[in-house]
T-cell receptor, first 117, second 115 residues
């Protein structure tokens, strides 16, 4: 049961253009969402997050949008740079479960982003 | 500030053997989570330790077990290895507590191959 899905295995964009990575989820209990970037031979690196009480969060070139009714979120990277080429993972969690912080992150399958110079 | 470190980097074992993977959490973090990432998939949650106690577990059999030490470093033990256990094992540390919003910071992982 894939609760978090990234339906595009790969995305190719030109340097300077916008990259849009998409993510869908099925579990309505999820109330916190994160994006991680992963280079080969490295662990995932945290990029940006958003709480379900917001619909947008921005950090420099990265903006995450959340559409709760559609159970959909997206990551926009503007402008895209060759150094952004990596695998991007969407992750979701339930903030409170049983009264304590429960750290289980549920990840999507990842999208390989390639930014061409 | 020291990041999350894991050892060893790579490991080759045969079916039926046992393996121990190690993780040192980021300075100041008291929570460690372990994930298994199969090829072409996203990481899957194995379990989490908060202040030396297991604080949640994913859909993994009991032959996957763990420990957290007083300095908050952690071990993942896998008994009776199976071919499907071949994967990248990721450790993530976080501040934990009851805030819920504890960003997890990942180590580089241990690549386990079971032959």
């Amino acid at each position: 049961d894939q609760q978090v899905k990234q339906n595009s295995p790969s995305l190719s964009v030109q340097e300077g253009r916008i990259s849009i990575l998409n993510c869908d989820y099925t579990n309505s209990m999820f109330d916190y969402f994160l994006w991680y970037k992963k280079y080969p031979a490295e662990g995932p690196t945290f990029l940006i997050s958003i709480s379900s009480i917001k619909d947008k969060n921005e950090d420099g070139r990265f903006t995450v949008f959340l559409n709760k009714s559609a159970k959909h979120l997206s990551l926009h990277i503007v402008p895209s740079q060759p150094g952004d080429s990596a695998v991007y993972f969407c992750a979701a969690k339930v903030l409170y479960a049983g009264g304590t912080s429960y750290g289980k992150l549920t990840f999507g399958q990842g999208t390989i982003l390639t930014v061409h110079p | 500030e020291t990041g999350v470190t894991q050892s060893p980097t790579h490991l080759i074992k045969t079916r039926g053997q046992q393996v121990t993977l190690r993780c040192s959490s980021q300075s100041g973090h008291n929570t460690v989570s372990w994930y298994q990432q199969a090829l072409g998939q996203g990481p899957q949650f194995i379990f989490q330790y908060y202040r030396e106690e297991e604080n949640g577990r994913g859909n993994f059999p009991p032959r996957f077990s763990g420990l957290q030490f007083p300095n908050y470093s952690s071990e993942l033990n896998v008994n009776a290895l199976e071919l499907d256990d071949s994967a990248l094992y990721l450790c993530a540390s976080s501040l934990g507590g009851t805030s819920g919003v504890d960003t997890q910071y990942f180590g580089p992982g241990t690549r386990l191959t079971v032959l």
